[in-house]
């Protein structure tokens, strides 16, 4: 048998088996529940492509950022732009770190979160998005089981993506797909700064 007739049926088997899990598989229209996490970049960036594929189909989608300031990215005003806009809250005062304040900062998680609780819960997203929500958690601004809780009650179609680092194990065991970015080089290592359109 030639490689190439060898490969083939390598293929034909592979597609079989592939074909029967998609035969399978419980309940494939579910709405999702997706955390991005590790201390490697492209956590959040991940989440806004996801957006962009939502979008393509006609999707309603929302953000809640949690942490980040109120400073300009160029995601957010790509997609506030659009005919159909995201719908975007900037719900956090900025880096931890900057605000130096535990209550303030737990304030305005919590603030953050009943909003997104609300728009899980309400029936008019197809895709939630809470950035950044694992830092809040991982500084205790929020309660694990809180979170878990308002995404047991989202509406039936909703998915959400929960990104940032250190995500908390509990959260982890309830989501659906866990995605762990790794860093093996970063260019702030060389001293680079963030650049515009790259890193915001």
């Not at 949690?66 to 160029?74: A, H, L, N, S, V």
């Not at 609300?118 to 089981?145: H, K, P, Q, T, W």
């Amino acid at each position: 048998m030639s490689s190439t007739e060898i490969h083939k049926k390598k293929m034909q088997a592979q597609q079989t088996k592939h074909r029967k899990k998609v035969r399978d598989a419980v309940d494939p229209e579910r709405a999702l529940v997706l955390v991005h996490t590790g201390n490697g970049k492209g956590k959040s960036s991940s989440a806004f492509g996801v957006i962009a594929r939502a979008l393509g189909w006609g999707k309603k989608v929302a953000v809640v950022q949690f942490i980040k300031g109120k400073w300009i990215t160029g995601e957010r005003q790509f997609f506030t732009k659009l005919t159909e806009p995201v719908t975007w809250l900037t719900m956090g005062d900025g880096f931890t770190w900057d605000t130096q304040d535990r209550d303030q900062d737990t304030l305005a998680a919590v603030a953050a979160f009943e909003k997104a609780a609300e728009m899980m819960c309400s029936g008019d997203f197809d895709l939630v998005v809470l950035d950044e929500i694992n830092i809040a958690l991982r500084y205790d601004y929020l309660n694990v089981d809180d979170v878990i809780n308002g995404l047991k009650a989202r509406a039936d179609h909703t998915s959400v993506i929960l990104t940032g680092r250190d995500a908390k194990p509990e959260l982890m065991d309830y989501a659906d797909l866990v995605s762990e970015m790794v860093e093996q080089k970063h260019p702030y290592q060389s001293g680079i700064k963030a650049q515009r359109g790259i890193d915001f």
